[in-house]
């Protein structure tokens, strides 16, 4: 059984910087954050190996975004620099079974976490 809990989201302001966490339980390949905003489709952000190695990033978000883990506590993060208001959005942690590289499809992503809150004002 895989478990994800996020925690980190927040305010900030626009240039600002925030680093969101999930915490792991459970073995899985592919783990990876996407991003919601009411009333649109879910979109990926940023995946990861389990080997550490980065998957994916979305254009909006490279850059500026890194995605990271620590191994010894099973934890993945997601540093957020430079954001932007249209960063705004509940972010997701989410993991899956090996797919190669781990892209950001949705679907392919069978667990999740609960969701943190990150509002970037002007």
């Known amino acids: 059984l895989v478990r994800l809990v996020e925690s980190g989201g927040g305010s900030v302001q626009a240039g600002g910087s925030l680093r969101l966490s999930c915490a792991v339980s459970g073995s899985t390949w592919c783990r990876a954050w996407f991003r919601q905003v009411p009333g649109k489709e879910r979109e990926g952000v940023a995946s990861?190996?389990?080997?550490?190695?980065?998957?994916a990033y979305a254009d909006s978000v490279k850059d500026r975004f890194t995605i990271s883990q620590d191994n010894a506590k099973n934890t993945l993060y997601l540093q957020m620099n430079s954001l932007k208001p249209e960063d705004t959005a509940m972010y997701y942690c989410?993991?899956?079974?090996?797919?190669?590289?781990?892209?950001?499809?949705?679907?392919?992503?069978?667990?999740w976490g609960q969701g943190t809150q990150v509002t970037v004002s002007s």
């Open positions: 990861l190996l389990r080997s550490g190695v980065p998957g």
């Open positions: 989410a993991a899956a079974p090996g797919y190669t590289g781990c892209p950001l499809v949705q679907a392919l992503y069978n667990y």
